[in-house]
């Protein structure tokens, strides 16, 4: 059974950094793009990256290039993201998705405010 | 960036009633378009994907159909589960992106 799970969300303040991860589980992690994807409060989806299999290449949406890193590691079955400079409007659920194929993990909480 | 425009944006159903769902694409995106359900506090459900194929576990009711710029996602009697947010999304161009979702309500 294909399980993704988050986990690194919080509270922390305007300008700051989280840094979250995502275990895979139930398939093979690195035959597969991953993504990032967010949900602000009461709003609806966003796409927020993607990294292909062995990380050579990566694509993020406009409001998050530069700030925002995508990453994975195979060997640890994990997917990342490191998040700085931190706004007010990155609060959100941050889900994990196994690229386009459907499967998305519970999501985790990411609350910007001071 | 492709902007998916849904329609409408709240339809107001019976149990029982066909509910017939629109995405226009600003541009072509292929068969490139998927289906998500979504409900209060879950994480979004694949229900439909290359415009209409039927994601693993999905029930019949749930249909999707077009290609290019139009998109139309059926439920053909709708379940008392069924009433949530449905969002469209392409994945013909980067970024990818979502529709701002149709809510069907409980008439």
């Known amino acids: 059974e294909v399980q993704l799970v988050e986990s690194g969300g919080g509270l922390v303040q305007p300008g700051g950094s989280l840094r979250l991860s995502c275990a895979a589980s139930?398939?093979?992690?690195?035959?597969?793009?991953m993504s990032w994807v967010r949900q602000a409060p009461g709003k609806g989806l966003e796409w927020v990256a993607n990294?292909?299999?062995?990380?050579?290449?990566?694509y993020y949406v406009d409001s998050v290039k530069g700030r925002f890193t995508i990453s994975r590691d195979n060997a640890k079955n994990s997917l990342y993201l490191q998040m700085n400079s931190l706004r007010a409007e990155d609060t959100a659920v941050y889900y994990c998705?196994?690229?386009?194929?459907?499967?998305w993990g519970q999501g985790t909480l990411v609350t910007v405010s001071s | 960036e492709i902007v998916l425009t849904q329609s409408p944006a709240t339809l107001s159903l019976s149990p029982g009633e066909r509910a017939t769902l629109s995405c226009r694409a600003s541009?072509?995106?292929?068969?490139?378009l998927a289906w998500y359900q979504q409900k209060p506090g879950q994480a979004p459900r694949f229900l439909i994907y290359?415009?209409?194929n039927r994601a693993t576990g999905i029930p019949a009711r749930f249909s999707g159909s077009g290609s290019g710029t139009d998109f139309t996602l059926t439920i053909s009697s709708l379940e008392p589960e069924d009433f949530a947010v449905y969002y469209c999304?392409?994945?013909?161009?980067?970024?990818?992106?979502f529709g701002q979702g149709t809510k069907v309500e409980i008439k």
């Open positions: 998705a196994r690229g386009g194929t459907g499967y």
């Open positions: 139930g398939f093979t992690f690195s035959n597969y793009w």
């Open positions: 990294i292909k299999q062995d990380g050579s290449e990566k």
């Open positions: 541009q072509s995106v292929s068969s490139y």
């Open positions: 290359d415009a209409s």
């Open positions: 999304q392409q994945r013909s161009n980067w970024p990818w992106t």
